[in-house]
């Protein structure tokens, strides 16, 4: 993993969609030495997927949709900051994308309960799959990390986050080898020039934040296909709790 002395610590945060991760981008983006990349392979995915996105058109026209070229970008771009912060959808890293750059970088898993991805995720879209949710391609890319490493890589869960900011992000810091700065816990409202396109059908609330807000203690009920969806995703969640960094 990257160290302290690096020139350049590259820290890949790994996440399925509806969690805190642009919270996350922020936090890291208000430090005063980070650089932030908003999904890189976003448009890749949709390219190679055809799938029907929120603003795909606008994705498309105004990303790099070759794989390999943003994996060897995500290796090599040089930047002001001394940290570069990439915010990654687990979902979005289809199979024959290349990973081996993957191994290059430290790699941190952001994982959330499925009953509240789930609940988030069919707020913004009429059709929910499983394949949408990242919680399969978040295990897999989970286990070919810890197979390298030879080791569990660093696993934050949103709740904790939301209970105890300071103190989870600094075990998050450490786990990159790099020191916690009290600017994470605060950051001005609005958008940023780093926001993907996507920012004006996803980002609403965390354009409106400055921290990160406390949980919500009550779990969403679900029906239907949404329980049974929460429920095929639960035992990838629950591998990856029972390893997450515990304050």
Same mark, same amino acid.
């Given at each position: 993993?990257?160290?302290?002395?690096?020139?350049?610590?590259?820290?890949?945060?790994? !996440?399925?969609?509806?969690?805190?991760? @642009?919270?996350?981008? %922020?936090?890291?983006?208000?430090?005063?030495? @980070?650089?932030? *990349? +908003?999904?890189?392979?976003?448009?890749?995915?949709?390219?190679?997927?055809?799938?029907?996105?929120?603003?795909?058109?606008?994705?498309?026209?105004?990303? #790099?949709?070759?794989?390999?070229?943003?994996?060897?970008?995500?290796?090599?771009?040089?930047?002001?900051? %001394?940290?570069?912060?990439?915010?990654?959808?687990?979902?979005?890293?289809?199979?024959?994308?290349?990973?081996?750059?993957?191994?290059?970088?430290?790699?941190?898993?952001?994982?959330?309960?499925?009953?509240?991805?789930?609940?988030?995720?069919?707020?913004?879209?009429?059709? *929910?799959?499983?394949? +949408?949710?990242?919680?399969?391609?978040?295990?897999?890319?989970? +286990?070919?990390?810890? #197979?390298?490493?030879?080791?569990?890589?660093?696993?934050?869960?949103?709740?904790?986050?939301?209970?105890?900011?300071?103190?989870?992000?600094?075990?998050?810091?450490?786990? /990159?080898?790099?020191?916690? /700065?009290?600017?994470?816990?605060?950051?001005? &409202?609005?958008? %940023?020039? !780093?926001?993907?396109?996507?920012?004006?059908?996803?980002?609403?609330?965390?354009?409106? !934040? @400055?921290?990160?807000?406390?949980?919500?203690?009550? *779990?969403?009920?679900?029906?239907?296909?949404? !329980?049974?969806? &929460?429920?095929?995703?639960?035992? &990838?969640?629950?591998?990856?709790?029972?390893?997450?960094?515990?304050?």
């Amino acid at each position: 993993m990257s160290g302290e002395d690096d020139e350049t610590v590259r820290i890949a945060t790994w !996440s399925g969609p509806r969690n805190i991760s @642009t919270a996350m981008m %922020r936090s890291f983006e208000n430090r005063p030495d @980070t650089d932030v *990349v +908003d999904e890189p392979f976003y448009g890749a995915f949709l390219a190679a997927s055809r799938i029907n996105h929120p603003m795909r058109e606008e994705i498309l026209a105004g990303m #790099e949709t070759d794989p390999e070229a943003i994996g060897e970008s995500l290796l090599s771009a040089q930047l002001p900051g %001394r940290i570069h912060y990439q915010k990654h959808m687990t979902h979005h890293m289809l199979a024959g994308f290349p990973r081996d750059w993957i191994s290059h970088v430290t790699n941190v898993f952001l994982i959330r309960d499925p009953c509240r991805v789930v609940a988030s995720y069919a707020a913004k879209r009429e059709t *929910v799959t499983f394949d +949408d949710l990242g919680f399969g391609q978040q295990l897999e890319i989970f +286990d070919t990390v810890a #197979e390298h490493l030879g080791a569990a890589p660093p696993i934050v869960d949103a709740d904790d986050v939301l209970r105890n900011p300071q103190a989870v992000l600094t075990l998050f810091c450490e786990a /990159c080898s790099i020191s916690f /700065c009290d600017e994470m816990l605060k950051w001005p &409202a609005g958008p %940023r020039a !780093s926001d993907g396109v996507w920012a004006a059908h996803w980002y609403g609330a965390v354009e409106r !934040s @400055t921290d990160f807000a406390p949980p919500v203690d009550s *779990v969403p009920e679900l029906d239907g296909e949404l !329980s049974r969806l &929460a429920d095929d995703a639960r035992p &990838a969640y629950e591998k990856l709790y029972a390893l997450r960094m515990k304050i």
